[in-house]
């Protein structure tokens, strides 16, 4: 009996720790006005870029100054979407004979992850695939890159941005895209970078939060 007890006890023991384990890795949630999100907020179609994003590979090179967001919106349970992030006043670095189209996104879902301290958001396509939008350049002069570019994300890894101060009440938020973020990007299939920094706000107004 006694050794029966102990080994019930090393296994309640042993689900108690994992189960703390669990909760501690679960996934951030939405905080909104003080209080955890219930049902969804609306993102504001306007946000701040800060500093331009930039779609690099080894053959192209694309700049884009501003950014809208088409029916985004944050919610519980992480279920977070956007239709469609359209990148906005583009062009090709080096060559003003190149006119780049507004590059509008597919629906993407953007998940909280990571722990207290560092929570970054993973911008992957909502309907499953690889693909995130197309670049298109036409030629208005002398350009040397014109034409169709794809865009894609990893399997599971996207456009991912840090996330830094997240954790308090604000009505703006940075989102920050960076080699360090860690962003799995290609552009034809040839590897890519995927830069920016841009603040985010919700229509309401309100204050909001991730933790």
């Known amino acids: 009996m006694p050794r029966i007890r102990l080994i019930m006890l090393g296994l309640l023991v042993l689900f108690g720790f994992s189960a703390v384990t669990a909760a501690s890795a679960a996934a951030a949630e939405w905080w909104v006005g003080k209080s955890l999100l219930t049902g969804k907020e609306e993102l504001s179609p306007k946000t701040n870029v800060t500093k331009s994003f930039t779609i690099k590979s080894a053959k192209l090179d694309v700049a884009c100054s501003e950014i ?3 029916n985004g919106f944050i919610a519980q349970h992480n ?3 956007i239709e469609s992030l359209v990148f ?4 090709v670095v080096g060559q003003s004979g190149c006119e780049v189209l507004p590059v509008a996104t597919e629906p993407l879902a953007f998940p909280l992850e990571g722990e207290k301290e560092n929570i970054r958001l993973n911008f992957l396509p ?12 036409k030629a208005k002069g002398t350009c040397t890159v014109t034409g169709s570019f794809k865009l894609t994300s990893g399997a599971k ?3 991912i941005c840090n996330y830094p101060g997240v954790e308090k009440e604000h009505a703006e938020h940075e989102l920050v895209f960076n080699e360090a973020s860690g962003s799995e990007i290609e ?3 040839e590897k890519a970078t995927f830069t920016g920094e841009v603040f985010f706000k919700l229509t309401s107004g309100k204050e909001w939060s991730a933790k």
């Open 68 to 70: 809208s967001v088409k």
């Open 157 to 159: 890894r996207g456009m």
């Open 126 to 137: 909502k309907k499953g695939g690889t693909t995130l939008g197309v670049v298109t350049i």
């Open 79 to 81: 279920e977070n979407t």
């Open 88 to 91: 906005e006043h583009c062009s």
């Open 187 to 189: 552009i034809n299939s």
